[in-house]
């Protein structure tokens, strides 16, 4: 098994920015990629941004593109979502994800086999 823990949440003015991170323990070695998804109340679950842990290949939603960055640093298991230029539409449940797939970052939570338990990001107009 593999556990995920994020944090870094909080609320911004729009406009403004904030890091996650999400530290990985567990199962480590089964990790192929790491996924950031959102879920705003009575919305489905949104990809958000993922990465390919081997490579570092990134991949991120067209909503987020030049505003978000992900990285991941492997010595120490975590990945972090850098959110800059944060709008209030980015306001939902931040959820980070790993996944055994061997290709990827996939863009489907169905994919991704364990999750954190969320951080909440609230950007205020």
């Known amino acids: 098994q593999v556990q995920l823990v994020e944090s870094g949440g909080g609320l911004v003015q729009a406009g403004g920015s904030l890091r996650l991170s999400c530290a990985a323990s567990?199962?480590?070695?089964?990790?192929?990629?790491m996924g950031w998804f959102r879920q705003a109340p009575g919305k489905e679950r949104e990809f958000v941004s993922g990465i390919k842990w081997s490579t570092g290949n990134t991949y991120y939603a067209d909503s987020v593109k030049g505003r978000f960055t992900i990285s991941r640093d492997n010595a120490k298991n975590t990945v972090s979502l850098q959110m800059n230029s944060l709008k209030p539409e980015d306001t939902a449940v931040y959820l980070c994800a790993s996944s055994r797939l061997p290709w990827g970052p996939s863009t489907s939570p169905k994919v991704y086999d364990y999750w954190g338990q969320g951080t909440q990001v609230t950007v205020d107009s």
């Open positions: 567990g199962r480590t070695s089964s990790i192929n990629n």
